[in-house]
């Protein structure tokens, strides 16, 4: 069986159970605590040396990191990997768009704002961040005004790795009302028959306590 290595409030842990529910695979779910080091422990460093989740175990034993991997992994010869070379590249070049111009401004400003003891040199770097975030935005709302998918004419991986931060970007910060193409495209993304929200923090437990 398929275990996924995962925190509740992670979007990148979020992208493989989207998939997974998606593909309607079953698969254990391993809650691990972000903030408290359960990833850095001997015993999960030895299954992924990189110290983070998502973590994605086959039945074998064998590991894959990385959400987009596993994303990837996981979508191969389902209608969510486009057959077609093109489409394919594209699919990787937002998925690495995400990783690179997304991921790293609106998955962090929605960290530390959330996480109550942002550092002075967090709070110094959010602005950056948060122009980052809306640069982003700017991308994909170019690309939605010609397009209504990121990686061909469907639904792909790209959408799902894009739609993961996206959908929680106001809680880090981002209004959303400027981007109605990106607002229309995350509610064509919910509407797709097998969605699945993320999971809700647990009772009593602040949001976003741990995890980005
Ligand atoms: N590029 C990685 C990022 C993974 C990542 O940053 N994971 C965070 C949670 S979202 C984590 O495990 N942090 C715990 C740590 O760094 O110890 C991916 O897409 O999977």
């Known amino acids: 069986m398929l275990r996924l290595y995962d925190n509740r409030l992670s979007g990148n842990g979020y992208k493989p159970r989207l998939l997974m529910a998606h593909l309607g695979l079953t698969y254990e779910r391993i ?14 460093l030895a299954l992924n040396p990189n110290g983070r989740i ?49 991921e790293p401004n609106i ?19 959010l602005p950056a961040k948060q122009e980052g975030g809306h640069a982003a935005l700017a991308v994909m709302e170019q690309h939605l005004g010609g397009a209504a998918w990121f990686g061909g004419g469907a639904m792909t991986i790209a959408d799902i790795a894009l739609y993961a931060y996206t959908h929680v970007a106001d809680e880090g910060g981002f209004d959303l009302a400027p981007y109605p193409a990106v607002t229309a495209w995350l509610a064509h993304v919910a509407a797709e028959p097998g969605h699945v929200p993320m999971l809700p923090a647990p009772e009593g437990v602040v949001p976003i306590s741990g995890g980005k």
Do not use: K
């Not at 998955?107 to 770097?125: E, N, P, S």
């Open 31 to 44: 809650e691990l605590d972000t903030m408290t080091g359960e990833t850095r422990t001997a015993d999960f």
């Open 107 to 125: 998955a962090v400003a929605r960290h530390w704002i959330q996480h109550l003891d942002m550092t002075d040199l967090q709070r110094a770097q």
């Open 54 to 102: 998502p973590l994605l175990q086959l039945g074998d034993g064998t590991c894959l990191a990385e959400s987009n991997a596993i994303l990837w992994y996981l979508a191969e010869g389902s209608r969510f990997l486009p057959a077609e070379r093109l489409d394919r590249a594209r699919t990787l070049q937002w998925m690495f768009f995400e990783q690179y111009s997304h």
